[in-house]
């Protein structure tokens, strides 16, 4: 049977690349926010403009942004959890 785990100290740099991992997490957190800022916005001028493909896009971009943030703050869950699930295979 081979038992193999990561090795969290074979390569120079991994504790850097965690850091930048963590930073750029960040950004897109920050960046997910403005956008819903904005598209929020849009969708509000859509709709009191009775402009119904502004207020769409507005809406989309709403969903879009939220689905940035859920994709950046379950990023280290998701990877967790699938990587429980290749141990279990």
């Keep these: 049977m081979i038992n193999i785990n990561p090795n969290t100290t074979g390569l120079p740099g991994i504790a850097q690349l965690g850091v930048i991992v963590g930073a750029v997490m960040t950004i897109g957190l920050i960046l997910?926010?403005?956008a819903l800022i904005?598209?929020?916005i849009v969708w509000g001028f859509g709709a009191n403009s009775s402009n119904p493909h502004l207020?769409?896009?507005g809406k989309l971009g709403v969903l879009v942004a939220c689905g940035?943030?859920?994709a950046c703050g379950?990023?280290?869950t998701l990877i967790n959890f699938f990587?429980?699930?290749?141990?279990?295979v």
């Design 83 to 88: 990587w429980s699930v290749g141990h279990s």
């Design 38 to 40: 904005v598209a929020a």
């Design 68 to 70: 940035a943030a859920v």
């Design 55 to 57: 207020a769409s896009r």
């Design 32 to 34: 997910s926010a403005l």
């Design 74 to 76: 379950a990023a280290v």
